[in-house]
């Protein structure tokens, strides 16, 4: 190969590198990772929602341990049937409470609040018809 070529095609590949080389430091430096997107959560696809399926428990698991059975921490409120639950969509103050709206004890009590989609599910099954199903 003729030699006066050698340093132009030395020079080429290092511009390559160099090129490549900051291109991949910038593109990192853009790499998009905030872990709900990273991790995808299930996505929040509710379009129906039933009492038995999908809401009681999202209660059970988010608010019977004060609002069941005995338990005192939960001031005698209980959630833990159909029927009593419905008191509290009736007079609002369930959405009222996981939306933190209303001005009313928000909840769960000293806790965090419920994700969108939890609330989304209880909103759905109550615009239809807060049935017992
Ligand atoms: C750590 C205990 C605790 C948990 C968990 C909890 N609550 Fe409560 N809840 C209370 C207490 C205590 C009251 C009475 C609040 C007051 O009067 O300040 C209350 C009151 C309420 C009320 C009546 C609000 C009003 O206007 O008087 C509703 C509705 C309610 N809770 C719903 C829920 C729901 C729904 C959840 C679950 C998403 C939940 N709570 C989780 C303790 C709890």
Known sequence: MDK????????????????????????????YDHANLVYPQVPCTITTATYSQNVSGIITTNCSSCHSGNASAGAGIKLDSY???????????????????????????????????????????????TLNN
Request: glycine share 8%; with cysteine.
């Open 83 to 129: 029927t009593a639950l419905k008191t509290y969509v009736s007079n609002g103050q369930l959405m009222n409470s996981i939306n933190h709206t209303g001005g009313i004890p928000v909840m769960p009590q000293n806790g965090q609040k419920l994700s969108s989609c939890d609330i989304k599910t209880i909103q759905t099954w109550i615009d239809n018809g």
């Open 4 to 31: 006066r070529w050698m340093p132009t095609i030395k020079t080429t590949i290092m511009r390559i590198y160099i090129i490549v080389f900051f291109t991949l430091i910038s593109l990192s430096g853009c790499y």
